[in-house]
C-alpha cells in the first residue's frame, strides 16, 4: 500500500492569498498521481481549501476538535461545523495543542469520541520528549497516552483511527528517528491497541521532520501507513518530492 500523506500547516500561512496558493500548489503536486493526501490548515482557512479541494482528491481535516456538538464554549470548533464544510479528519492531541492547552489524556480522549460521534476520522498523536534511542523508549509514558486517549472507544464497521507516533524532539528540529526506534514503538503501539481491540482498525503514522531527504529511509519501514509532515508541507519543492516519492512506491 503507498503511504498515506498528513500535510500540518499548523499556524501557517497568515492570509489567505497565501493559502490560496499553497493549497494550488498541493493540487498541482499530485494531480494525476494516485497519492493519499490531507491537507490540515488553521481554521480560517477551512472553507477556503474545502471550496477548492472538491474537484480534487485531496482530503480536508482540522488541526483540533471541541468535545460538544454546541453550546458555551467560547472559541471552539465542533464535529458537526466541520463535517458541514466538507472535513474528512482532525488532528487531536498534537503535542504543541497538548502544551498549548494543557491537554490531558482524558481531554484527548473526549475530543476523540466527538470526532468519532461526528463521523470524522481521528489524527491521534502521542509522543514524548525522550526516545533518542531504542533503549531509552518511554514506555510508560506511551502506554498511558494510548491506554487513557482511547478509553472505551467503540468503532463503526466503517470507521478507523489513524494514531501519529511523533517524538516531540524530532519536531521541526531537522532531526528525524532512527527507522529502529520507530519500528519498536509500532510494535510496542500495536500490542497496546491490542489489548483495547483496536489494533485492526488503526493505522499508524510517524512524524517529525519528514521532508523530502528523510522520508526516503522512512519509506523503508513497512510497519508505518503514512507520515505526518509539518515544515515541509509548507515548502512546494519540498511536498512535490514527497509526493513523487510516495506515489512511486
Ligand atoms: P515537522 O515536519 O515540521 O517536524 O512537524 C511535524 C509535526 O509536528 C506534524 O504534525
Known amino acids: 500500500m503507498p503511504k498515506k500523506l498528513f500535510f500540518n500547516w499548523k499556524m501557517n500561512p497568515t492570509s489567505s492569498f497565501q493559502a490560496t496558493n499553497l493549497f494550488e500548489e498541493v493540487i498541482k503536486s499530485s494531480k494525476s498521481l494516485s497519492v493519499h493526501v490531507v491537507v490540515c490548515p488553521p481554521f480560517v482557512y477551512l472553507p477556503l481549501v474545502c471550496e477548492m479541494s472538491k474537484k480534487t482528491n ?14 458555551s464554549l467560547t472559541s471552539e470548533i465542533s ?34 469520541r466527538h470526532c468519532l460521534q461526528s463521523k470524522l476520522t481521528p489524527i491521534f498523536c502521542i509522543g514524548y520528549q525522550e526516545d533518542k534511542t531504542t533503549t531509552d523508549i518511554n514506555h510508560t509514558e506511551l502506554s498511558e497516552q494510548i491506554q487513557q486517549g ?23 528540529t531537522g532531526k528525524t528517528a532512527d527507522n529502529s526506534i520507530i519500528v519498536e514503538v509500532t510494535k510496542f503501539i500495536l500490542q497496546e491497541l491490542k489489548m483495547l481491540g483496536l489494533n485492526s482498525k488503526t493505522k499508524i ?23 505526518l509532515i509539518g515544515g515541509a508541507s509548507l515548502k512546494p519543492e519540498k511536498f512535490s518530492r514527497i509526493i513523487g516519492i510516495v506515489s512511486s512506491n
Not at 474528512?88 to 473526549?110: A, F, M, P
Not at 503514522?205 to 519501514?221: A, F, N, T, W
Open 58 to 71: 485531496i482530503k480536508i481535516g482540522s488541526q483540533d476538535i471541541s468535545t460538544q456538538d454546541s453550546g
Open 79 to 112: 464535529g458537526p461545523m466541520l463535517v458541514d464544510l466538507g472535513c474528512q479528519y482532525s488532528i487531536i492531541g498534537h503535542s504543541e495543542t497538548r502544551e498549548i492547552n494543557h491537554l490531558t489524556n482524558q481531554d484527548v480522549n473526549k475530543k476523540i
Open 150 to 172: 482511547l478509553q472505551d472507544i467503540r468503532l463503526e464497521d466503517d470507521q478507523i483511527i489513524y494514531l501519529a507516533y511523533e517524538p516531540v524532539w524530532a519536531i521541526g
Open 205 to 227: 503514522l510517524y512524524g517529525g521532520s519528514v521532508d523530502d531527504q528523510s522520508v526516503v529511509e522512512l519509506m523503508k519501514i513497512e510497519e508505518i501507513d503514512g507520515f
